[in-house]
T-cell receptor, first 117, second 115 residues
Framework: GAVVSQHPSWVICKSGTSVKIECRSL??????MFWYRQFPKQSLMLMAT?????????EQGVEKDKFLINHASLTLSTLTVTSAHPEDSSFYIC?????????????FGPGTRLTVL | AQSVTQLDSQVPVFEEAPVELRCNYS??????LFWYVQYPNQGLQLLLK??????LVKGINGFEAEFNKSQTSFHLRKPSVHISDTAEYFC?????????????FGAGTQVVVTP
């Protein structure tokens, strides 16, 4: 099957520092990767969409300067939370889609729990 | 604008009993519909999807869903649940016109199966 990994699985940082989260598709090349944020007991909210080699497209209300996304290769995308604050604490989930068809399955990573003190 | 509504936040069910999880959507354009399951400490996994054609869709683990265009619903069913079906279930839609296939999720339904 298609496997997506995230690293780290959890991270605790001090307010004002930056945190990088990696998302890798382990056994397939992902044409598109997505980043979501999930609050406790709530749904996944799409933050941004990225294609390899091009700039990410952010959803309305998501600060692109705070949440930097780099899609360096067909198997790796990174999300950097810059100058993190306690309100950025959340569960961040990535997904990866292979192929060009819009209805192709997205494969999800296990998520990264970020806690900002 | 489109929206996805899961009418039940939590559904308790006894083992071997049937379960139905309700999902309604609204959209001004045609959509694709999905059901995902999230087990504790695992990534979301696709149960099934509706793209077109037959309105009854069968998925993995004995789940099925029926697309009802007139009622804009896509309810998920399983005739007999197991303890292992305890999980969070998410309904999601994407616009058929969206080339990237961005998903919009419902709030989720927590299914708790007890012996």
């Amino acid at each position: 099957g298609a496997v997506v990994s995230q690293h780290p699985s959890w991270v605790i940082c001090k307010s004002g520092t930056s945190v990088k989260i990696e998302c890798r598709s382990l056994d397939f090349q992902a044409t598109t990767m997505f980043w979501y944020r999930q609050f406790p007991k709530q749904s996944l909210m799409l933050m941004a969409t990225s294609n390899e080699g091009s700039k990410a497209t952010y959803e309305q209300g998501v600060e692109k300067d705070k949440f930097l996304i780099n899609h360096a290769s067909l198997t790796l995308s990174t999300l950097t939370v810059t100058s993190a604050h306690p309100e950025d604490s959340s569960f961040y989930i990535c997904s990866a889609k292979r192929g060009r068809a819009s209805y192709n399955e997205q494969f999800f990573g296990p998520g990264t729990r970020l806690t900002v003190l | 604008a489109q929206s996805v509504t899961q009418l039940d936040s939590q559904v308790p069910v006894f083992e071997e009993a049937p379960v139905e999880l309700r999902c309604n959507y609204s959209s001004s354009v045609s959509v694709y519909l999905f059901w995902y399951v999230q087990y504790p400490n695992q990534g979301l996994q696709l149960l099934l999807k509706y793209l077109s054609g037959s309105t009854l869709v069968k998925g993995i683990n004995g789940f099925e869903a029926e697309f009802n265009k007139s009622q804009t619903s896509f309810h998920l069913r399983k005739p007999s649940v197991h303890i292992s079906d305890t999980a969070e279930y998410f309904c999601a839609v994407s616009k058929a016109t969206d080339s990237w296939g961005k998903l919009q999720f419902g709030a989720g339904t927590q299914v708790v199966v007890t012996p």
